[in-house]
Structure formats: C-alpha cells, structure tokens
C-alpha cells in the first residue's frame, strides 16, 4: 500500500465504528474467496480433463470405452467463471479450454461450489443435482452420464476413491 493509501485507511478506520469496519473487511474477503474458488475450480476441472486425456493416450483398456464414440462437452458456471470442455473423436479426447461453439451437451452448474460439489461427490447423481437448482443440462443426457461413468472408472483404476 502506498503512504497516502495507507494514511486514508487509517483515517477512514478510525472515523468508522468497528462493525462497519469488521463489514467492510468482510465483504473484501468474500470477494477474494469466490475468485479464489472459481480459478481453483477451473484449474481442478482442467487437470481432470487433462488426466482423462492422458489416460485415453496411455491405457488401450480405458481406450475402448470411447472407440467408435463422438461428442463435445461444454462445462461451465452461470457466471462465466469456469468453462472448459472435451471433444471425443476417432478414439480420441481433446482438452477444450475455453467455450466450446458447437457441443452436444452443455452442462451449467450454478456457481463454482455446485460444480465441486458435483465433481466431489460419490455418486455424482446429475438429476438430483438438477433437482436441487445446481446444475442445468442443455443436451443429450446420455453424454452426462457417458461422462460420469469415464470419470469414476479412471478414478477406480487410479485408486484415488
């Protein structure tokens, strides 16, 4: 912080009672978590698409699930803070990092916590996660559950659950 920085917030912290002091500081840390939340977010669905990918290349087993299959997926938040995708064609997983213009399922969840929550959960059950306002799928919802069984397999061969 600059001196004159500096000077003005000690002014201001003096002249204002506590609480709203206290407020203020809340309302900067609230921001800071939700940014904090939506790169970390992106970054974890990046690094699981990544991986997917990477298991597609390296496994001929986990190969098999996705012969003969061709989709594009969008993932992405109702406030643009997360977008990522995959392309599946010719037996192969393309990491798509940003908007995704043609895609046969997009899933949009409602924030970067209704995404990690899906992605997190055990049984990620993508109805009840409708149900619950998290998510809206516009699409084929076959992809998403497509999708849903490639992840808990890698994750099981992987033995991270």
């Known amino acids: 912080m600059t001196r004159i920085k500096h000077f003005f917030t000690r002014l201001l912290a003096a ?6 002091c206290l407020r203020l500081m809340r309302k900067q840390i609230e921001d800071l978590r939700r940014a904090l939340e939506g790169f970390l977010t992106d970054k974890f669905l990046e ?3 990544g991986g997917m990918s990477l298991a597609f290349l390296l496994l001929r087993s986990f190969r098999r699930n996705i012969n003969g299959f061709e989709g594009a997926y969008l993932f992405r938040t109702a406030d ?3 977008a990522a995708g995959a392309r599946f064609e010719n037996g192969r997983m393309q990491v798509v990092t940003h908007d995704v213009p043609a895609y ?3 899933v949009t969840f409602k924030d970067p916590a209704a995404l990690r929550r899906f992605l997190f959960s055990r049984d990620q059950d993508i109805l009840a996660s409708i149900l619950a306002n998290d998510v809206s799928v516009d699409g084929n919802l076959n992809y998403i559950y497509k999708f849903g069984f490639l992840a808990r397999a890698l994750v099981s ?3 991270v659950a």
């Open 80 to 82: 643009g803070q997360v």
């Open 104 to 106: 046969d399922v997009a």
């Open 157 to 159: 061969r992987l033995g």
């Open 47 to 49: 690094v699981l698409l």
């Open 15 to 20: 002249l204002l009672p506590e609480r709203l």
